[in-house]
């Protein structure tokens, strides 16, 4: 069974830093991508940052410059900071694993983490 956990998320003022970390397990399929996405109130779930093998990496406009993924494979951990946080980062963060099959891939989400960004 496989299983994401999360951790890193949090309260801070805006201007400051956080890091999140997700370590996946239960798989004997090979990781294609791993990343993040976000979910404010009322809106839906976006992307924020996700890292494909081959070192394909996208980020939201929002968020470049200021996030950085990156994914540690022995682990099967990806990893996201965020720096220069603003209020309207605010929002749980989900991790996201998608595995390659024989024939299709399998997406799976973490819990998800709240991030709170104070002004």
């Known amino acids: 069974q496989v299983q994401l956990v999360e951790s890193g998320g949090g309260l801070v003022q805006a201007g400051g830093s956080l890091r999140l970390s997700c370590t996946a397990s239960?798989?004997?399929?090979?990781?294609?991508?791993m990343g993040w996405y976000r979910q404010a109130p009322g809106n839906q779930r976006e992307l924020v940052a996700v890292?494909?093998?081959?070192?394909?990496?996208i980020y939201a406009d929002s968020v470049k410059g200021r996030f950085t993924i990156s994914r540690d494979n022995a682990k099967n951990t990806v990893y996201l900071q965020m720096n220069s946080l603003k209020p309207e980062d605010t929002a749980v963060y989900y991790c996201?694993?998608?595995?390659?099959?024989?024939?299709?891939?399998?997406?799976?989400w973490g819990q998800g983490t709240q991030v709170t960004v104070s002004s």
């Open positions: 239960g798989s004997a399929l090979s990781i294609n991508a």
């Open positions: 890292n494909s093998n081959g070192d394909s990496t």
């Open positions: 996201n694993v998608r595995y390659r099959g024989r024939w299709r891939d399998y997406d799976y």
